[in-house]
C-alpha cells in the first residue's frame, strides 16, 4: 500500500535573524513554531546565526 506524502501548506514565516527582521515561505504540516524553526534551522545550516522571534501565520 502506497503512503501518501504529509500533507502541507504554505506558511508565511517572520524571524529574526542576528537581530535582522527577515521572512521566509515554507511548506509545514502545521503551524507549529518548532516545525518552523527547523524549517529555519534547516534553511540557515552550518551557520552560527542566531534565530529569535519565530512567528508562523498561513500564506495568502
Do not use: C, W
Amino acid at each position: 500500500m502506497n503512503n501518501p506524502a504529509p500533507r502541507t501548506t504554505k506558511y508565511a514565516v517572520s524571524y529574526k535573524l542576528n537581530g535582522e527582521r527577515r521572512f521566509e515561505f515554507a511548506n509545514l504540516q502545521s503551524a507549529s513554531v518548532d516545525e518552523a524553526r527547523a524549517a529555519l534551522e534547516k534553511m540557515h545550516d552550518q551557520s552560527d546565526d542566531q534565530i529569535t522571534d519565530v512567528k508562523v501565520s498561513k500564506a495568502l
